[in-house]
């Protein structure tokens, strides 16, 4: 892997194919956990590891496994990967366990890990294929601690709530009051919160992708939006 | 047809082979942190029965001293449940249990309970709940005191009138907006106190049969 390589990967993954805002792809972990900094990462760092665990294991083994029994191949090992993240967090950080419960094993449906397994892993060697899953991992896992950062201080007024439950007692006097005395506001904890944050960290993302582009024409406005969140072009499967 | 046979054969056995290491990888792994899990899980309900049971009210092994309640009409539960007994030198000082208010806004809401040996509540917090964030969740502790409203309440000292919200013509606090939240749970729990008064007897009973089977 040349270091131009290692930057495509890096860049691809995280920022120009982005799975929280520009494939959009694993919704569901996304809108559900980002209702706080401290979940949302959890959840991103524990995806990002079963990526990279992913893209390594099955790398080298893709010449021998049939075409035709890929995808329930794949699909095994991702299972496998994710009881075994599962198992190592309940012993090992029990809080956090309790709080994330179901999108734990959740992390095997989520479309994002196959997605990378079938455009990138299965035909790539074993470094690219791991650095594409946690650079993957790393992205989504940047939207859910930006996503969650908003909801966050909007729902509750505070950053980093529930970080002793992810690194023990020590941290219990991290949490970040942002607004004192504040009473909530429930609309950014419920899902619709997470819809309409999203929604705005795409336009975000897509303002920032258009600027660039006309930085690069000079004068010469775009008229038509480049790299659109929703464009069936940019999915990879 | 042979060809069809062969190339079917070898993808089964393929995939048979995949489905062997992923077990292997996943019973090593299980057998590696078994009996973490079951030390965190222990650790999380003792953590929990302090709260509610002082340590000054017991001495003797609480997670050991334990009694299994059938499902019971009175305590909302529909599969057995464990109650923990706390003993101060030999003598019962409190019992922990379970029960369910089965009518929460959003459905069932588990509740564990310690009740000491006069029928007075040590103490009550919900364990799982899926009332409305920010309206119907006031009664965790983490988001507000008003479960502690019912420490020290007992079935004798309050009469069967005040066991209900003050809304109702009760004696219990509730917030505005949610009262559907708080009247399940104060009903619960007057039920898991009559509960306790018809089996107080067998809740402190000696246990007989013992986890390790040690006592004839």
Redesign the interface.
Known sequence: MTAQEFKDILYNGVWKQNTGVVQLLGLCPILAVSSSVVNGVSLGLATTLVMTLSGAAIAPIRAYVPNEIRIPVFILIIAVLVTVVQYLMNAYMYGLYVVLGIFIPLIVTNCIVLARIEAFASKNPVGASALDGMAMGLGLTAVLAVLGGIREIIGHGTLLSGIDLALGDVAKHWVIHVIPDYHGFLLAILPPGAFIGLGLLIAGKNWLNLRKERKLKGAQAVATPIDGGCSPSLHQS | MKRIAKSTL??AI??VF??VI?TA??SA??Y??HA??VK??E??KLKLITQLVPNSLFDNAIMQDTLTLPPDALLGTDAPTTAYRARLQGEPSAVVFEAVAPDGYSGKIALILAVRANGELAGVRVVTHKET???GDYIELAKSPWIKGFDGKSDAAYGEADWHVKKDGGKFDYMAGATITPRAVVKAVHKALLYFDANRDKLFAPAVAAPKGDTP
């Open positions: 070898q993808t393929n995939l995949f489905a992923g990888v996943l792994t299980y590696m942190t973490t899990i965190s899980e650790a999380e964030p920010g309206l």
